[in-house]
């Protein structure tokens, strides 16, 4: 069972920041947060993932909450490539820990 | 070059069948999996193979058998398909305290 909420769709205008929300209140301290996203008939896509920290890539920055049982994803000036499901997945960092999807977020992005 | 690759991207076959996907990664890892997506779009694990040996087996049905000659392949084989078998399949692999899973571009599969 997936451990995270997510919105199930959110719309953002291209060039600007796109602002994707994630609760997790039952994440346990060995857990770590990660962002997929999949693109219409690909794999999934690994974005980035972070423990407690606040963590930025190439892709996109994620914000976790001082408590941890919410985190943001953020693409700071979205593209209509962008357009795809969002997936926020709590997964312990051991061998053989799978990632658990939920339904994610489908973000459409707009001209 | 393919990090994670599957052959082949389209399956179309018919019912009672036995099928195989095959998967590699060239990533070096040392746990590879098998995802199913389907209609609804949910992707659920199936597998999950470490050092070639299983180590998580979902509740999937006996048909579906998962076999890794070596550690970086893992291929799925598919007895006695099923109308309910058709599903996109999704390969994946990571390794231990890596940044998580990469996968495959998927193979899709229609039972008719």
């Known amino acids: 069972d997936a451990k995270t909420t997510q919105p199930t769709s959110m719309d953002c205008a291209e060039g600007r920041a796109a602002n994707l929300p994630c609760n997790h209140s039952?994440?346990?301290?060995?857990?770590?947060v990660y962002w997929y996203r999949q693109i219409h008939s690909q794999g999934p896509q690994y974005i980035i993932h972070?423990?407690?920290n606040n963590e930025t890539n190439e892709m996109a920055s994620l914000i976790i909450t001082e408590d941890r049982k919410s985190s943001t994803l953020i693409l700071p000036h979205a593209t209509l490539r962008d357009t795809a499901v969002y997936y926020c997945?709590?997964?312990?960092?051991?061998?053989?820990?799978?990632?658990?999807f939920g339904g994610g977020t489908r973000l459409m992005v707009k001209p | 070059d393919t990090a994670v690759s599957q052959t082949p991207k389209y399956l179309v076959t018919q019912m009672g069948n036995d099928k195989s996907i095959k998967c590699e990664q060239n990533?070096?890892?040392?746990?590879m999996y098998w995802y199913k997506q389907d209609s609804k779009k949910f992707l659920k694990i199936m597998f999950s193979?470490?050092?070639?040996?299983?180590?998580i087996n979902e509740t999937v049905p006996n048909r579906f058998s998962p076999k890794s000659p070596d550690k970086a392949h893992l291929n799925l084989h598919i007895n006695s398909l099923e109308l309910g078998d058709s599903a996109v399949y999704f390969c994946?692999?990571?390794?231990?305290?890596?940044?998580?899973?990469?996968f495959g571009q998927g193979t899709r599969l229609t039972v008719v």
């Open positions: 994946a692999s990571s390794s231990s305290g890596g940044v998580g899973a990469f």
């Open positions: 039952t994440i346990s301290g060995n857990e770590y």
């Open positions: 972070g423990l407690k």
């Open positions: 997945i709590v997964r312990g960092n051991n061998a053989g820990n799978m990632l658990t």
């Open positions: 990533l070096g890892h040392d746990t």
């Open positions: 193979y470490n050092n070639k040996e299983l180590i």
